[in-house]
């Protein structure tokens, strides 16, 4: 299988799927350009090999057809700036004009496709489309992981116009290899921390992950459909009364596959849902009406503490409090340290999902941790045990 590390760039045009959907405020400048950042060493090793960039990405939504704030015209320029060449705009994705201007590249320049999305068939995966596309390059490289689960015309469909030119980019490729660190063959113990609002939302993920690891810590919001699914009261904590017998299910699949499965026995509750609350810690199952649990309480953070911290791998989805209010931040944050300190005596840590990569950030962790994905959907497909199209078009599975 050719990799970017052993492909030959020279004289060739690189057509690199990259994920380049940033925010822009009101003025049209990037608010935040991690997602670009993440793609520079793929294009810049195609660069430094002697190859042409040619990029390409979806930016937005566009709804039918060119829309001028989807241009990827606001992005050249920061593009240009952070590579140090000038970076060409192609007038469109596809067509003939755009295929001469690709082929007319000269080695070290760069070329920038037109959003991806202005066509219908990018999202309709359509295979026209798809070969267009194809014919703007002589290899592709998928860098985009955070659209990897989706069997989009760049992302999947086009592989089969490069049988012997294609490849992951260094992105995805680390991302990838990260999760199989956790998903295929983990060292143990692996541990599984699960937080975040709602149970409904996880279930998929928390299935599948009882066949993998050895302990799970379900937290947050989640807490309280288990305490109720156990004739616990809840009081007024966010509880999904639609899934208890799912939760029933959840804990009696954990007993039959041997997971030690955590759920918190005290929480901080309050009685209201702010900073200026008043607050108690209560037994979880123990919460009267007015008050809400927030937070793990202090006996249940020593026991995810000790399990963490004993752990070879680590996975971490979710807060397992209203981290965003510093009274309730104390459960997510000593989690977060845990890990640290777990990964500092060798074991792999990875989070995932937008808000525990915002918790770790809060608390300065993101240096302890081995890995943090910022891929979202993906990650989570890949982690509920799904192919990703847009890997296995890579891998030609
Ligand atoms: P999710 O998007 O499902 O991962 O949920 C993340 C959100 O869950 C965060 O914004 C947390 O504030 C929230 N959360 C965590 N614990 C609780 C809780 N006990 N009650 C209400 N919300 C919570």
Redesign the pocket.
């Known amino acids: 299988m050719q990799t970017i590390h052993n492909y030959d760039f020279s004289g060739k045009k690189a057509l690199i799927r990259v994920d380049f959907n940033v925010p822009l405020n009101e003025n049209f400048e990037i608010t935040d350009d991690t997602r670009i950042q993440a793609a520079l060493p793929t294009i810049k090793k195609v660069l430094e090999e002697g190859g042409s960039p040619v990029i390409m990405s979806h930016f937005g939504r566009p709804k039918s057809g060119p829309e001028d704030k989807f241009s990827m015209r606001h992005l050249v320029g920061h593009l240009s700036k952070l590579l140090g060449v000038e970076v060409k705009l192609a007038p469109d994705c596809v067509g003939e004009e755009v295929k001469k201007m690709a082929a007319a590249l000269k080695t070290g320049e760069v070329m920038m496709l037109e959003n991806l999305r202005f066509h219908k068939g990018e999202e309709k995966g359509d295979e026209e489309f798809a070969k267009q596309l194809a014919e703007n390059g002589d290899c592709w490289i998928n860098d985009a992981f955070g659209t990897a689960h989706r069997a989009h015309a760049s992302t999947a469909v086009i592989a089969k116009f490069f049988p012997n030119d294609k490849m992951f980019g260094y992105l995805i490729e680390s991302e990838v290899k990260s999760l199989d660190k956790v998903v295929k063959d983990p060292k143990r113990p692996l541990t599984a921390i699960m ?4 149970v409904s ?1 996880k279930i998929t993920i928390i299935e599948n992950l009882l066949s993998s690891v050895d302990n799970l810590i379900l937290g ?2 989640m ?2 459909t288990f305490v109720k699914a156990n004739g616990g009261e809840v009081g007024n ?2 509880c999904e009364t639609d899934f208890l017998d799912t939760a029933r299910n959840i804990e009696k699949l954990a007993k039959e596959k041997g997971v030690n499965l955590i759920v918190a026995t005290d929480v901080l509750a309050a009685d209201d849902f702010s900073e200026n609350a008043n607050t108690k810690i209560l037994p979880a199952n123990e919460i009267p009406k007015g008050w ?4 793990a309480g202090p006996e249940s953070i020593a026991k995810f503490k000790e399990v963490i911290e004993n752990s070879a791998t680590i996975l971490w989805n ?7 209010i510093d009274k309730f931040a104390e459960g997510s944050k000593a989690v977060g340290e845990a890990i640290v300190k777990a990964t500092e005596k060798g074991a792999f840590s990875l989070v995932g ?1 937008g ?1 525990s990569v915002a918790c770790v950030n809060k608390f300065g962790l993101a240096d302890g941790m081995s890995y943090i994905s910022t891929a979202g959907g993906a990650l989570l497909e890949y982690l509920e045990g799904r192919v990703l199209p847009g890997v296995a078009a890579v891998r030609g599975e």
């Open positions: 937080g975040g609002a709602k939302s947050g919001g807490t309280y904590s966010i809400q649990g927030l937070d979710g807060p397992v409090g209203v981290f965003e999902g808000d």
